[in-house]
C-alpha cells in the first residue's frame, strides 16, 4: 500500500505577478468612494473607506472601532493599534466629522461599534475584504485590490505631503522605523529639487 502525502495547497502566487504595487494613489481612494454610492450601504461603504485610509487603519483596527474612540465635540479618533503597534490620538476633518455623525444618526439598530452589517452585527473583516474587492470592480481600478492597501495608500500620501518619517511612523503606530521606510523611499517629493530648469 503506497502512504498518502498531505494535500499542499498550490504555492501562493507573487502579489507582484497581480498587480504592480501594493498601494492605491489619493485619485483611486476617491474612485473607490465614489463607486460606493450605488451600493445599498452606500455611505457606511463610503465612511470605511475613508477611515481606513485618512487614518492608515488595517482591517482589524477598523472594524473594532467603537463609537467611544470617536470624539465628536473635539474632532479627534483614538487609534487603538493590533499587531503591538502603538496607539495613538488623530484629528478628525470636517469632511470625516460630517460622515461619522450621519452614520451614527442612521444606524440601525444602534451599536457601540461604527461599523456594523445590515444585520446590526460587528463587521468582520472578511466581509470588509470582499467589500473592498467588489468596490475595486465597480471602481473599474484595472487590478485587484484589498483592505491593506488603503492603509499603504495612507503612508505614501503623507510621505508625498512631506511628512517626516518620525513623525510618519508614530502616525501609523510602526514600532520599528523600517516599515515606515518604505514610504519616504517612495515619495516623489524626495527629489524634487535636484534640477532647475
Known amino acids: 500500500m503506497v502512504p498518502l502525502r498531505p494535500h499542499r495547497p498550490p504555492p501562493r502566487r507573487p502579489n507582484a505577478e497581480s498587480r504592480a504595487r501594493e498601494y492605491l494613489t489619493e485619485a483611486e481612494v476617491e474612485r473607490l468612494i465614489k463607486a460606493s454610492a450605488s451600493n445599498r450601504n452606500g455611505h457606511r461603504d463610503a465612511t470605511m473607506i475613508l477611515v481606513a485610509f485618512r487614518h492608515g487603519l488595517r482591517s482589524a483596527e477598523l472594524v473594532a472601532l467603537r463609537w467611544e474612540a470617536i ?61 473592498i474587492e467588489r468596490l475595486g470592480v465597480a471602481a473599474q481600478l484595472g487590478f485587484p485590490i484589498h483592505p491593506h492597501m488603503l492603509r499603504h495608500a495612507c503612508g505614501y500620501a503623507l510621505a508625498n505631503k512631506g511628512k517626516d518619517t518620525r513623525s510618519l511612523q508614530a502616525y501609523l503606530g510602526h514600532k520599528n522605523i523600517q516599515h515606515t521606510v518604505r514610504y519616504t523611499e517612495l515619495s516623489s517629493t524626495r527629489f524634487k529639487d535636484f534640477w532647475d530648469d
Open 71 to 131: 470624539d465628536f465635540a473635539h474632532g479627534k479618533i483614538h487609534v487603538n493599534r493590533v499587531k503591538g503597534s502603538a496607539a495613538s490620538v488623530h484629528p478628525l476633518s470636517g469632511r470625516e466629522l460630517r460622515a461619522l455623525r450621519r452614520l451614527k444618526r442612521e444606524q440601525q439598530p444602534e451599536s457601540p461599534v461604527v461599523f456594523t452589517s445590515e444585520r446590526g452585527a460587528p463587521f468582520s473583516t472578511h466581509g470588509y475584504a470582499k467589500m
